[in-house]
């Protein structure tokens, strides 16, 4: 279980350490889904060696965000860039078979 809250109404939410006590406290590759002032979504992603989650969530409250989740991390979340992969495969070859994506298109203004 991965998707646990860090931001929610400008507030620090420190309720999911517990229930992912092996991935809360210690230094590890996040992804992050938020949603800025504007509301418009962002997708935070922290290279190895990482962070956890206490200091994940004073990053995103030092950017004044609003609302922010981690998603489940390491080898079941991957994030493309541009088609550059910003995080790496954990598993095996192609990594862990995902069978949910959240993507995101910019178009050309």
């Known amino acids: 279980m991965g998707f646990i809250p860090l931001i929610d109404n400008y507030q620090s939410f420190e309720g999911g350490d517990e229930l992912v006590p092996h991935g809360a406290y210690k230094q590890k590759p996040r992804q992050v889904i938020g949603q800025d002032e504007n509301q418009d979504f962002f997708v935070f992603t922290v290279l190895a060696p990482g962070m956890t989650y206490e200091q994940t969530r004073a990053m995103l409250k030092r950017h004044n965000v609003p609302f922010a989740y981690a998603l489940d991390g390491g080898s ?34």
Do not use: H, M, N, W
């Open 76 to 109: 079941s979340t991957q994030t493309i860039f541009d088609k550059k992969r910003l995080t790496e495969i954990y598993r095996g070859e192609t990594g862990r078979c995902v069978p949910t994506a959240i993507t995101f298109e910019v178009e050309d203004i």
